[in-house]
Antibody, heavy 116, light 107 residues
Framework: EVQLVESGGGLVQPGGSLRLSCAAS????????MSWVRQAPGKGLEWVAN????????NYVDSVKGRFTISRDNAKNSLYLQLNSLRAEDTAVYFC?????????WGQGTLVTVSS | DIQMTQSPSSLSASVGDRVTIACRAS??????LAWYQQKPEKAPKSLIY???ILQSGVPSRFSGSGSGTDFTLTISSLQPEDFATYYC?????????FGQGTKVEIK
């Protein structure tokens, strides 16, 4: 059974940093593109970033370029999202998802709240 | 960026109704379109990819059609478990973009 479990969310002050993790199981992690998608409270879905199987290609939405970094550790079956210079508008549930185009499996998400 | 516009934004329907949700892309995306279902406080669930291919395990009452700029998601006979919000997403170009969502409510 495919499982994606996010962790690392929490309350952080504007300008602060956070590192999100996604633990994958039930499939060959190193064979798949992976993505992060976020959802602000009461709003729709927003694609954030994705990463190729070997980490050699990464893509980001403009609003996070230079602030967020996606990475992966295939030996640990884990996906990461480093969030720096956080802003109030980054407050959202962050979902990890399998796939770099359409996403066929999603984790339950981790909430990031940016507030003073 | 490619803008994805769904219509309607919400609808009320009864169990057994046929429901159609439209999704329009601001430029042609061939068939690079997916549909997702999301229930409150839950993760999205993949329903359809490549505009018309059902994900494994998705009931056959769901269907997708379209190509280019205009797409539809149809639920042939609405079931109680189908009340949710539905999103389309294009993956023709970066950044990937979603429609604003269509909330399907009980009449």
């Amino acid at each position: 059974e495919v499982q994606l479990v996010e962790s690392g969310g929490g309350l952080v002050q504007p300008g602060g940093s956070l590192r999100l993790s996604c633990a994958a199981s039930g499939f060959t992690f190193s064979s798949y593109w992976m993505s992060w998608v976020r959802q602000a409270p009461g709003k729709g879905l927003e694609w954030v970033a994705n990463i190729k199987q070997d980490g050699s290609e990464k893509n980001y939405v403009d609003s996070v370029k230079g602030r967020f970094t996606i990475s992966r550790d295939n030996a640990k079956n884990s996906l990461y999202l480093q969030l720096n210079s956080l802003r109030a508008e980054d407050t959202a549930v962050y979902f990890c998802a399998r796939g770099g185009s359409e996403a066929d499996y999603w984790g339950q998400g981790t909430l990031v709240t940016v507030s003073s | 960026d490619i803008q994805m516009t769904q219509s309607p934004s919400s609808l009320s329907a009864s169990v057994g109704d046929r429901v159609t949700i439209a999704c329009r892309a601001s430029q042609g995306i061939s068939s690079w379109l997916a549909w997702y279902q999301q229930k409150p406080e839950k993760a999205p669930k993949s329903l359809i990819y490549a505009a018309s291919i059902l994900q494994s395990g998705v009931p056959s009452r769901f269907s997708g059609s379209g190509s280019g700029t205009d797409f539809t998601l149809t639920i042939s006979s609405l079931q109680p478990e189908d009340f949710a919000t539905y999103y389309c997403q294009q993956y023709h170009t970066y950044p990937r973009t979603f429609g604003q969502g269509t909330k399907v409510e009980i009449k």
